[in-house]
């Protein structure tokens, strides 16, 4: 009977073998394949994207402004690059995201995860982070001025000491950042 199961299991298998390579040959696509980092490049102004799970997305090189990323799921994202004027990143998940060079004025991270997050030269010139988590968030040369840190959580002053700001950042008590040039 055992013999019986063996022989069964490796038809099945020669079957299933066969029937994949068959269905590829005619596949009109060519090769199928999985992306499991999606992209949404381009221009996208004005778009809700509220409450959507785009880990592990590629924004980068991309237009956002007023867009609507509240509660969303960034993680990991990679959105280097790319403008999101005035966009709403309210309680959005972006640990461990990129935003390189990202241009980010005036946009609002209330309650959003930024941990681990690298915004080198990033632009969140009057940017809203009440109540953020910015926990080891590199802001090497990022432009803060304006910006209203106040109340963001796991700020230190190493992180401030790479960034630069104005005489309206505001920031919690005893912490300080240099002037842009």
């Known amino acids: 009977m ?5 022989t069964a299991l490796v038809a099945a298998i020669a079957v299933s073998a066969i ?4 269905a590829a040959a005619f596949w009109p696509f060519g090769k199928p394949r999985v992306d499991l980092a999606p992209s949404y490049g381009g221009a ?3 778009c809700d994207l509220s ?3 785009l880990a592990g997305a590629r924004l980068s090189d991309s237009n956002f402004n007023n867009s609507d990323f509240s509660s969303a ?10 403008e999101f004027a005035d966009a709403n990143f309210t309680d959005a998940d972006m640990r461990r995201s990129r935003l390189v060079g990202a241009v980010c004025p005036r946009a609002v991270f209330a309650r959003a995860m ?6 080198r030269g990033a632009n969140f010139r009057r940017a809203d982070f009440t109540e953020a988590n910015v926990s080891r968030m590199n802001f090497e040369a990022a432009d803060i ?3 209203d840190l106040r109340t963001a959580q796991g700020l ?14 505001r920031l919690p008590r005893g912490l300080r950042v240099r002037v842009c040039d």
Not at 156 to 169: E, F, K, N, S, V
Request: aromatic letters at 2%; hydrophobic letters at 35%.
């Open 2 to 6: 055992l013999t019986h199961l063996r």
């Open 19 to 22: 029937w994949a390579a068959d």
């Open 44 to 46: 996208c102004e004005g």
């Open 51 to 53: 409450g959507r799970i």
């Open 73 to 82: 799921v960034l993680m990991r994202a990679n959105a280097s690059g790319s």
């Open 114 to 119: 930024l941990n681990n997050a690298d915004a």
């Open 145 to 147: 001025s304006g910006a």
């Open 156 to 169: 230190t002053q190493p992180q401030l000491d790479r960034a630069c700001g104005d005489r309206r950042t």
